[in-house]
């Protein structure tokens, strides 16, 4: 049962960090990020309808959905400290 929860947050945390960052990516946006994030975000998507139809999701496969999740939510709370501290820097804030 812990194994859904973990799937189950994980992988909406996933989609949540995937989701926005899809919409941002134009046509200069390296085709392979923009395979990759999609790829991600649909796989994402996927555990989710397993998990609610009632499967059992492996270990690995929970590790490494939480793993990534980490990595989305890690990276995207770095980039906008590093937004502010760029802004600090020029004395605009």
């Given amino acids: 049962m812990i194994e859904h929860l973990l799937t189950l947050v994980a992988c909406a945390a996933i989609v949540a960090n995937t989701e926005p960052a899809i919409n941002r990516m134009t046509r200069k946006t390296p085709f392979l990020l923009r395979l990759g994030t999609w790829l991600i975000c649909i796989g994402a998507v996927g555990a989710i309808v397993y998990v609610l139809l009632g499967f059992q999701p492996p270990w690995p496969a929970v590790i490494g959905?939480?793993?990534?999740?980490?990595?989305?939510?890690?990276?995207r709370r770095t980039r906008h400290r590093e937004h502010w501290r760029k802004k600090d820097s020029h004395g605009l804030a």
């Fill in 65 to 75: 959905c939480v793993g990534v999740a980490f990595y989305l939510v890690g990276e």
